[in-house]
């Protein structure tokens, strides 16, 4: 069983509709939950982050982390053509310093116009 | 947030045959990362390259196969050794810049492709 489990997709939806993506995890360890955004031939950016359990947003991105069914979601509102991108959930144990990053395989999202 | 950029973006090599990935900042950072981002897996960590020391290496990657050079603050280099098809990748070079990950950015990335 991978320690991080993200469905690939891929996910199109129509211009404005609200996305849902998940993720999957089974090390009770991890603290820190991020989301990252990779348009096609570029590295990934980080679009959200949150520690620990609870809800974060930011602009039309809301992060969900719940810790006791090991579950985050990223939820896109209004979304646009400019969102059609892969989004990776990642996250980390507490360890300062040295802080590894466990990724999801990422999911595959086009707006459709 | 750090400007990263890779050289070369992207490749064609043959079997048998080495290549050398650069990674320059356009800033000082104290950790840098490699990973591989093969198609429809995950992003791996292959090792951390810390100035002034030896890379740190995950499980499964090995010095031999993919030794790395981080002789200043700003800049690694990844090789990539006696490659084979099974090689053939993204391979992206990360730097951390605070103490936790959401200060984690990364490259633009090398599209390997081995023959």
Do not use: H
């Not at chain 2, 090599?13 to 995950?42: A, E, K, N």
């Amino acid at each position: 069983q991978k320690e991080v489990e993200q469905d690939p997709g891929p996910l199109s939806v129509p211009e404005g509709a609200i996305v849902s993506l998940n993720c999957t995890y089974s090390n009770s360890a991890f603290q820190y939950f991020m989301w990252y955004r990779q348009y096609s031939r570029k590295g990934p950016e980080l679009l959200m982050y949150t520690y620990s359990s609870g809800n974060k947003e930011d602009g039309r991105f809301t992060a969900q982390v719940d810790k006791s069914s090991k579950y985050i979601s990223l939820f896109i509102r209004d979304s646009q053509p400019s969102d059609s991108a892969t989004y990776l959930c990642a996250m980390s144990e507490l360890n300062f310093g040295n802080e590894k990053l466990t990724f999801g395989t990422g999911t595959r999202l086009t707006i459709i116009p | 947030s750090a400007v990263i950029s890779q050289k070369p973006s992207r490749d064609i090599c043959q079997r048998g045959t080495s290549l050398t990935i650069q990674c320059q900042v356009d800033s000082q950072v104290t950790m840098m990362f490699w990973y591989r981002q093969q198609p429809g897996q995950s992003l791996t960590l292959i090792a951390t390259a810390n100035q002034g020391s030896e890379a740190t290496y995950e499980s499964g990657f090995v010095i031999d196969k993919f030794p790395i050079s981080r002789p200043n603050l700003t800049f690694s280099t990844l090789t990539v050794s006696n490659m084979s098809p099974e090689d053939s990748s993204i391979y992206l070079c990360s730097v951390q810049q605070g103490l936790s990950t959401d200060t984690q950015y990364f490259g633009p990335g090398t599209r390997l492709t081995v023959l």
